[in-house]
């Protein structure tokens, strides 16, 4: 996996260069049609396929006030698109320049860096100064400077176009089943194993404490989950501020594996969210929140087992 930082780093691939272009949040499966486009142009015609995308996202630039909860971190993005086939990720830094550069200036950039061969995108996405940029504007400049343009329609579900806005909805409303429907894999959860208070240790339940702040959330509660990064095991993880034991109320997720044992401080973990087994709720003590973790695995075991 390569992640580039700079538009002019596309010069260092050698061969025609195919690329997908978006904000690609999530990964889902409208983005996932974008991208195969772009790896079957390249496996055919030959050269590199590359997905171009924008870090900060460009809501956290231009509205930060309003600015949606990432679906999928930069480097979870990455991850993704080279499970998709795409091992080269460019991360064009989005600042105010970025967002003031007219869109055929965006795309002569491009093409002065690289022998850009084709463009892909969704038929809907608009581009550069004031959203000017469009794929109608994009097949005058392919024609102009001799790339190709395809414009990938939108992905549907129960005919509604897939989009990140629905699937952050179906997030917040702990809808996992639908929320993995409109991506194609169930959600998961992605950041480094960090140190916490070490108290799963001492009630018996040993937890990777994952840093996902910037990431949309499900309802707070006890989840079931597969840790993929670490030969996919099984788990359950608690979301949420631990009202048993914490008066901080700082966010937490906290990933206890069955049967293993071992140390993931300072790995980056992605924990996939498969079923909620209930609320995060308020225990009278740690005997009693004890004795609902037992019951909690035990669940787990049999809904895994199922």
């Given at each position: 996996m390569a992640i580039l930082s700079t538009i002019d780093a596309l010069g260092s691939l050698d061969g025609p260069v195919h690329v997908a272009i978006g904000v690609f949040?999530?990964?889902?499966?409208?983005?996932?049609a974008v991208l195969q486009s772009a790896r079957t142009s390249a496996n055919s015609t030959g050269g590199n396929p590359v997905v171009a995308t924008f870090h900060p996202h460009p809501a956290e630039v231009l509205a930060p006030d309003k600015a949606p909860k990432r679906l999928t971190p930069l480097?979870?993005?990455?991850?993704l698109f080279e499970r998709q086939g795409i091992e080269t990720t460019l991360a064009i830094p989005f600042d105010?320049?970025?967002?003031?550069?007219?869109?055929e200036a965006f795309i002569e950039k491009l093409n002065s860096t690289c022998q850009l061969a084709s463009i892909h995108v969704g038929t809907d996405w608009a581009f550069g100064k004031g959203r000017h940029g469009n794929?109608?504007?994009?097949?005058?400049?392919?024609?102009e400077h001799g790339f190709k343009v395809h414009g990938i329609a939108p992905v549907l579900e129960d005919d509604t176009r897939i989009s990140s806005?629905?699937?952050?909805?179906?997030?917040?409303?702990?809808d996992l089943a639908t929320t993995e429907g409109l991506l194609g894999r169930p959600y998961s959860l992605y950041g480094e194993v960090v140190h916490g208070d070490h108290l799963g240790r001492q009630l018996g339940f040993p937890t990777a404490n994952l840093d996902i702040a910037t990431q949309a959330l499900p309802p707070y509660g006890v989840y079931i989950v597969r840790l993929i990064s670490h030969e996919n095991r099984p788990g359950i993880a608690n979301l949420g501020i631990r009202p048993t034991v914490s008066r901080e109320q700082a966010l937490r997720f906290e990933v206890h594996?069955?049967?293993?044992?071992?140390?993931?401080?300072?790995?980056i973990a992605e924990a996939t969210l498969l079923h909620q087994l209930r609320p995060e709720q308020?225990?009278?003590?740690?005997p009693e929140l004890r004795e609902q973790i037992d019951r909690d695995l035990s669940?787990?075991?049999?809904w895994l087992d199922a």
């Open positions: 949040d999530g990964v889902h499966r409208g983005h996932q480097s979870h993005q990455a991850t105010r320049a970025m967002a003031s550069l007219t869109a794929l109608t504007l994009l097949q005058e400049l392919g024609a806005t629905t699937i952050r909805h179906a997030i917040s409303q702990g594996l069955l049967d293993w044992e071992g140390d993931l401080y300072g790995q308020r225990f009278a003590g740690l669940q787990a075991r049999e």
